[in-house]
């Protein structure tokens, strides 16, 4: 059968207002970092990347920063839409294979 | 947008049964990928890739698993003697190039449901 799983922290937010979703990677000799979105039923999918030579990174509505001082990411989110809604995972990439966080289910409230 | 796909999206298959999972890469890409998801757990490196020959493998890609690009265009993962605890989303991933930092374009998945 299948393992019981993970509880995924859940981050609650009204629409319209900004999203800051973090994460803690493992590795110091991790040299790229991308964050990805899941939807129910469906693969991770790309939002944003960052390299380690970098600390701040912006997309559309989206802004990842990095502090490799205490291994820590987030992804920011402005203006939350209700298409937002979804479990959010960063990855780190360690000799080309990514690992991945437990991940963070945003809600988006109406 | 070119994009990754898998098929079949849900397989069901009874222990001991020998499992293929297909997908095809975004055409252009070089470097490939497993993944698999436990429900509810984070998303777990199986197997990359390149040149024809795996370049990287975990603790879970043991002896009953192996990958292979028969063409051009596809890339499989078989499971030799399935287990329950092979029970998942099977995700496969492409990448275009090694040596700069481009993200890896998942599929939509495989669920495989071991009875």
């Known amino acids: 059968g299948e393992s019981v799983g993970l509880h995924l922290p859940t981050l609650s937010v009204q629409e319209g207002d900004n999203s800051i979703i973090n994460c803690a990677y493992s590795n110091s000799a991790s040299d790229y970092f991308i964050w990805y979105k899941q939807e129910s039923g469906k693969g991770p999918q790309f939002i944003i990347d960052i390299r380690s030579n970098m600390d701040k990174r912006q997309g559309q509505r989206v802004t990842v920063l990095l502090n490799k001082t205490v291994k820590h990411l987030s992804l920011q989110i402005a203006a939350t839409q209700p298409g937002d809604s979804a479990v959010y995972f960063c990855?780190?990439?360690?000799?080309?294979?990514?690992?991945f966080g437990t991940g963070t289910r945003l809600k988006v409230l109406a | 947008e070119p994009e990754v796909t898998q098929t079949p999206s849900h397989q069901v298959t009874q222990m001991g049964q020998e499992v293929i999972l297909r997908c095809v890469p975004i055409?252009?890409?070089?470097?490939f990928y497993w993944y698999r998801q436990i429900l509810g757990q984070k998303v777990e490196f199986l197997v990359s890739?390149?040149?024809?020959?795996?370049?990287?493998k975990s603790e879970i890609f043991d002896d009953q698993f192996s990958v292979e690009r028969p063409d051009g265009s596809n890339f499989t993962l078989k499971i030799r003697s399935t287990k329950l605890e092979d029970s998942a989303m099977y995700f496969c991933a492409s990448r275009p190039q090694r040596g700069s930092n481009q993200p890896q374009h998942f599929g939509d998945g495989t669920r495989l449901s071991i009875l």
């Open positions: 990855a780190e990439s360690l000799s080309y294979k990514y690992i």
């Open positions: 890739f390149y040149n024809n020959e795996i370049s990287e």
């Open positions: 055409s252009n890409h070089l470097y």
